[in-house]
């Protein structure tokens, strides 16, 4: 097991490398960067920027640049370098985890993301608990119940629930809970009141929670269906082999058969991904959700500085996510050993 671990640590080096390099040469090499977006914008030709415009010592109002200038701006932003001279050098930086400071925000890339995580830990971690802690019984129910009304209008609700977007379902209960044509019942913008501040402990905690409802349900539902199929068909599985029939023949009861013998074996591939999707719930975002519900998160963070060519947050934030997902990886292989005794990664060491 040790060396196992040593070894997918010591191949991680490689896989992180390689996505950084293509990511670096996309980035660096497509039209439009910062340096060209940043000219166009003192031409007027642009929109926004004005912080970053405001904050370079070589802008001389919309009069245009000479070449000279040109040049002091690529120096400001770097791009004087050999693009290999400039990856090893942000390389060598991330190693140290200094990840820059935003072209566009004008604020250190680390900064930028722990103010944003906030409001990707609260959709993805509340999302995570109504996803595990409803599918599993909701899955054992349908397995048991299999061809009943009960598991056919589940089936139903659950893969219409499937079939309808995120955004869909977003937009719909902000026309009918948030004040649109219906009922003006929760809030849509940000996680609390403004004068959150201003309440007391156990206010706080219920403003923050009505203002979670709705964006939690928009990101969950879509998972239910998977998982609970998922659980399902792995119980499915189980019930059906001559094992369950054995401990049947001894007069075992059904609830002891199914919590003692087949639980700890249908659960093994809803577990092991329990690793992976716990430290994701904790980083990822949603871009159509924040949107919707005027949320600054991580997903918002992601497409707004892909626009606006901020390369330093594109790239920090790819490094410490890659990393965080190789680890999770390992985790849910590793969680595969834990859960099931006869599995056993000897060989491959």
Known sequence: MFYYIIKRFLLMIPTLFGIMLITFVVTQFVPGGPVEKLLAEIEGQGKGGGEAISSSPVYRGGAGLDQEKIEQLKKFYGFDQPPISRFFKMM?????FDFGRSYYYQRGVAELVISRMPVSMSLGLWSFIIVYGCCIPLG??????????????????????????????????????????????FPLRGLVSDNWADLGLMEKILDYLWHMVLPIISSAVGSLAVMTMLTKNSFLEEIGKQYVVTARAKGLDEKTVLYKHVFRNAIIPIITGFPGYFIAAFFTGSLLIE?????????????????????????????FFTIIGLVSRLLSDLSYVFVDPRISFSRVE
Do not use: E
């Open 92 to 96: 060598k930086q991330y190693l140290q």
């Open 140 to 185: 054992i129910m349908k397995a048991v119940r299999d061809g009943s009304r009960f598991d056919v209008f589940s089936s139903t609700v659950i893969l219409v629930g499937y079939a309808i977007p995120g955004f869909v379902l977003g937009i719909t209960l902000i026309v009918l809970f948030g004040g649109g044509s219906f009922w003006n019942i």
């Open 291 to 319: 949107t919707i519900f005027s949320l600054d998160g991580m997903g918002l963070l992601a497409y707004q500085s892909v626009l606006n060519r901020d390369y330093p947050v594109v790239l920090g934030t790819l490094y």
